[in-house]
């Protein structure tokens, strides 16, 4: 068996020479997994930072949270991880696979409807026939709606809850099923509303209905960060990072 | 009564062209591959479109393009035996035959066993078609053919490929299935020996017309071409043919040879010479109404009592002589010898 | 000289197959080595592992049953008549093969979505498709009829026009020729269609979430279900994806085994060649 274990190791080192995937100096690319909710405030980051040092290739994926985090445990290649939910960067820390997590930014949650839609109020969403959207409850936008919804009420989110007609993988999943209408409303970040623009309603829960959504970037330590991979982590999480996401309507963490 | 077959239509190399009636009995329709023949039983049975032409059948048209009709194969009586038998092979004898016998699936059933066990395969009747042999094959090809109980047989190459022994039992099944039918058989075929063991007429055909067509006598005894006379077989060499005194006619070949012959021609001629005709001698007998041509053998070969052999006159020349005299003359190749036929043997053909 | 390289040949072709076997079966064998039995039977004791195959397997068996009868006779068609436009029928067929699940999922809301082009008579019927189990069922066919169609259309193909002809001459209705005759001839090559269907149905992801989304019980197939518990349980969803491989795996050989497409007679050229390498 070692001799087969030993050529399968040989064809795909020829594989990654052939792809170029490790060039030996130790200088690859820095990859930010982040929450799908940050694709546009991280993307712009990533690209403004190899303007400003195009000795560093930024790249940067975009899935749930906990998609991203389940890569992480699965000891695939990503430097720095950005999670729309503080107690998840906390539970990868608590593994020994990052830093400490550093708050970046934060949001809200809001109800969006298209304009034919018969919810016009959060109170409409239990109403019975109406579809709703939401996250499924291991991605943060999932399980701050489930949140939300039970501060609003605990008979209200068991209707509510009944109304749902898909549990999203991801919040970018959410904001297509509303902006093509395949769904009455969907409960998504309020910087996501924002991109459908003028095609949906937006209703905000109201303050004391709102869970606490922040934002942690944290630097994945197993295996050892390259030095790249530290500078992204340090600009992204300081003063000129920040700029990006207060920029676009996040809140500030 | 009968088939009358009109076609006019192009073919890739060249244009089908024939008018013939097939009142009764079988006709064969002979030519090298390529003539056209296959697709004459194609467009009889409605599996070809004819650009222009008319096929009827008992005062019944099949095919009539100046009247726009052109009927499916399916209401075309015919029972069809294709070159390569085209057996269902997933169904067993008895369904394969029973595919073209009308009435109840009981009626269907018996029908069939009974054309099984005509063609001497009753046995064999549940085996499925690919596990029969070539010539169990080939009898319930031809028990299927009779299913719907057609009114005119079509044949395709029907001795095609098989060995001498399994001949003379196919030529006899294929008698059965012609008794069968109440009206006339068409086959086509490039030999012209199958011809002749199966039709009573023959129709020979080139490049998409019938050149001749007579019984495998008339086409012997005079061919209506150089094509035809070696098609049926013959020897055949140009020359210029002038009259001699005493009636005769000499054909003087281009090496200076100088054949004779009991027909009368003038100018380019072919002069065809069955190979049976010519006898060989070690020296020449006399005899003006004899040909006597020196020759040089080329080739010898021997099949049970009869042996051919190839002659260079200079002109190409094939004797077939009993095996018996073949030994007598202890023919060599590059030996010589003397070709010997009567004037009457020598045939002569319009050139051209 | 000819002899070593008849030799060297021969190997390369032996270490081709070898290292093709050994790359497709490296990660289905590893999702066994880490989940062991107790993980799959603890995986199919999950009530969301039960529901997920349960639409899985449902929507599959519809989704067959609609690209069988109706993607078999289309499939005929293409295979023994000529019309004009033909090529840009098949190709345009066969366009699904080559899409990209999340156009195909973008396509279907396009064409049945509310705001789709066929939005308005559907809802004008009552009718919502997005998200529902009838949307899983779509995405299926969408994305696996193409391949059953172009494989019954070869399947077809291959079978001797002259025995329609023979069908014909006998006076047998193209009805009875393609039931009794075309049907059975080219079932080997229909089941293999199948096969192909049936698998890229019980695997199709991209195109199911983004049209029928996911909601366990309704919509939420083996696939969706690997994947939401991916993000949280590894083990969970190895345990997950070994039963998807088990049933795939099982409904494809019975496939296979009922439309004869396993079997020494399907192969003589190898037996054949098997015969002289041993020598």
Known sequence: MRWLAGAVLLGLSLVSAGCGASDGAGRGPVVVGGAASLAEPLSAFAEEYELRHPETDVQVEFAGSDAIAAKIRQGVGIDVFVSASVELAEALHGEGLTAPPVSIAGNTLVVAAPHDSPVEAIDDLDDPGVRLAIGNPHVPVGAYARIALSLVGDAFAIRAMENVRTNELDARGIVGKVSQGAVDAGVMYRTDAAGLGSAVLVVPFAPEDQPAIRYAAALVTDPRPSLDAGEVMDELTGDSGRRFFGNRGFTAP | MGLSVRLDTPLPAFALRIDERVDHGVVAVVGPSGAGKSSVLEMIAGLRRAASGAVVNDGEAWLDTDRGINRPPQ?????????????????????????????????????????????????????????????????????????????????????????????????????????????????????????????????????????????????????????????????????????????????????????????????????????????????????????????????????????????????ALIAEITTVSARRLDLRVGGPVTAVWKATATVLVAAG | MS???????????????????????????????????????????????????????????????????????????????????????????????????????????????????????????????????????????????????????????????????????????????????????????????????????????????????????????????????????????????????????????????????????????YAAAGVRAAD
């Open chain 2, 75 to 315: 209401t075309r009586r015919v029972g069809y035996l294709f070159q390569d038998l085209a057996l269902f092979p997933h169904l067993s004898a008895l369904e394969n035959v029973a595919w073209g016998v009308p009435g109840s699936r009981r009626q269907r059933r018996a029908r069939a066993m009974e054309l099984l066990e005509r063609f001497g395969t009753g046995a064999l009747s549940a085996r499925r078609a690919d596990r029969l042999s070539g010539g169990e094959r080939r009898r319930v090809a031809l028990a299927r053919a009779l299913g719907r109980d057609p009114q005119v047989l079509l044949l395709d190459e029907p001795l095609g490929g098989l060995d001498a022994a399994s001949r003379r039992t196919a030529i006899d099944e294929l008698g059965t299935a012609v008794d069968a039918v109440s009206g006339p058989t068409l086959l086509v075929t490039h030999d012209f020996a199958d011809a002749v063991d199966l039709a009573d007429e023959v129709a020979v055909m080139e490049q998409g017309r019938i050149v001749q067509r007579g019984t495998p006598y008339e086409l012997g005894a005079s061919p209506a071409s150089r094509f035809v006379a070696s098609l049926v077989g013959a020897n055949t060499v140009t020359g210029h043919a002038a009259r001699r005194p005493d009636g005769l006619t000499a054909v003087r070949l281009s090496s200076g040879t100088e054949l004779v012959s009991a027909d009368p021609g003038a100018g380019e001629v072919v002069a065809s010479i069955f190979p049976a005709d010519i006898a060989l001698a070690r020296e020449g007998p006399g005899g003006s109404a004899l040909n006597a041509v020196a020759a040089t053998v080329t080739g010898v070969a021997t099949l049970g009592p009869r042996t051919r052999v190839g002659l260079r006159v200079p002109e």
């Open chain 3, 3 to 269: 002899r070593y390289r008849e030799a060297a040949f021969a190997t390369a072709l032996v270490v081709a197959l070898s290292a093709t076997l050994l790359f497709l079966l490296l990660p289905v064998v590893a999702i066994f080595t880490q989940a062991g039995p107790g993980e799959l039977i603890g995986s199919l004791a999950r009530p969301e592992a039960r529901d997920a195959l349960e639409v899985s397997l449902r929507s599959a068996a519809i989704a067959m049953a609609i690209i069988l009868t109706v993607g078999t006779p289309a499939a005929y068609l293409l295979a023994t008549r000529n019309f004009p436009g033909r090529e840009l029928v098949i190709t345009a067929i066969e366009l699904p093969i080559v899409l990209p699940p999340a156009v195909a999922g973008i396509g279907l809301l396009a064409a049945f979505g509310p705001r789709g082009a066929l939005g308005e008579p559907l809802s004008s019927l009552g009718l919502s498709i997005p998200l529902t189990s009838t949307a899983v069922v779509l995405a299926m066919v969408f994305v696996s009829a193409p391949l059953h169609v172009r494989q019954a259309q070869a399947a077809f193909a291959a079978v001797d026009p002259r025995l329609r002809q023979a069908s014909h001459t006998l006076g047998a209705t193209e009805f009875r020729w393609f039931t009794r005759a075309a049907l059975p001839l080219a079932t080997p090559g229909l089941g293999a269609g199948a096969t192909l269907a049936l698998g890229r149905s019980l695997g199709e992801f991209g195109a199911t979430l983004m049209f029928a989304g996911s909601l366990q019980g309704v919509t939420q197939t083996l696939p969706l279900a690997i994947f939401e518990t991916f993000t949280t349980d590894f083990t969970a969803a190895l345990g997950l994806g070994a039963l998807l491989v088990a049933v795939s795996g099982a409904l494809l050989l019975t496939v296979k085994l009922l439309g004869g497409g396993i079997g020494p007679q399907r192969a003589p050229g």
